[in-house]
């Protein structure tokens, strides 16, 4: 990311790219200071400004990707295929589409099917190939067929983990990725604050006991007051970000419908691809701690965006006037899956899993719920919520969550495996040499960290780092 001087319309371009990426709120306050550095009052810019110094920390310089890892795409494939056959690759080697269609043309020659792409069931025998008008070898017919199994495979693959950052997006920041950068240039404000938010919600999750920071921090809360203020403000653009009451009560009813509908499509096609992995697996669904063969990172994947959607599907649900659908069906929360030291040191402290975990135990599954095939009420709800202890309401059961206090900005941290260390570095250093992973400290690094693993002080169950 580009943050030296900058003109507004070019910090904007910038700032729209950050929705599809994970940078630094820190670094997405210098391009918000940037776009608004002529508009702000003495008080916003030395609050703005305090934020937007901390890019510098380090001349800049961090060890955390400031993206989501992208899906590598078939262009090795389609190569080695071309090369075999003898053919023009006119493909999109991203495309998983576009992949299965070139699998298809080439494979033409040899009888091939992508449907169909099992080496010992699906090949052709010698009596077939003949038949075929096949005029090569047995040989030369099998590196064709694994040549085009490769790249069918590599098109399904491609799809799934494309599926897999698209999810990871959307838990993160709703539908914010699908806005145009026309529509973000015509409201700057509303710009800023989405793209500050996003980046908020994008941090990577800390080792500790208690929960994350609220994303909305004093920088966020400056900004949506300019929104506020602003009589032009684009608050269908801030709603795709930001579904809160306040912001969808600033819809017509038209607008807030069309998010019902959007948010409901969305949790029922997550719900159904939890099912799928459920199905597979084999979960403690009690303590929903990761067991050996859980596939933890797509379920923790799936869960975040099944419950982004759930969220605001429940704020649309009361902006509608429309909670009384949830006397006939309200879908529960999914859990995310805990790693197992974490969860032993919650019940070394005496924490236990989280009540949110009992309730997930007890209700039906939510895509039983929402196929029909299980009956789920906000009142059976509430009883199991009240038996686990919990208010309903205020913890996102039966409504939407009522906004928690402003956060308080902090710079972000050089985290390896969620542990914070000392500066990005010794970050690097330790990531490369396996710190924190739950394996052995690798031997080409074990000289280099001889003296000790330098990291911050652990945080306590408030999440806030202990004085020594």
Known sequence: MDTG???PGEALVQLHATLDARPRPENVAVLVWYVLKHE????ERRRL??????????????SLPDDFASPVGGARQVAATSRLFDV??????????????FAQAVGAAIGFDPGRPDFLADRLNRHDRAAAGMDISKRQYNRRFRALRRVTGKAHTLDMEQRKRHL???AKTGFATELTLDRFRADPGAACFIAYFTAKRKLRRQFTLSGRDNPFDEIAELLFARCRRSADTDWWMIAQAYPTPEVLARLTEEQRGELLGRWFRTMRSTASALESLWAASEFDRERMVVRRGNDSSTWNLLCGAYNTARAAWLSCLAATDATGLLDVACPGKAMMLMAGDLAAWHLATGSGPHPDTQVWAALPLPWEVLDGRATCTAAQVVEFCEIAGIDPHRTGWTGPKPPGPVGTFRPTPELVHGVAVADPVW????????????????ATHAQELSAGIPTSVLPESTGHPHPD
């Open 88 to 101: 023009a690759a006119e493909v999109d080697a991203d495309e998983p589409a576009s992949l299965l269609s």
């Open 5 to 7: 001087v900058l003109e």
């Open 427 to 442: 970050a690097g250093m330790l990531r490369g040499a396996g710190a924190f992973s739950g394996n052995p400290i690798k």
């Open 49 to 62: 400004g305090k934020v937007a110094r901390v890019a510098g920390r380090w001349n800049g310089l961090t």
């Open 40 to 43: 702000l009052g003495e008080d």
């Open 168 to 170: 990871t997006l959307l």
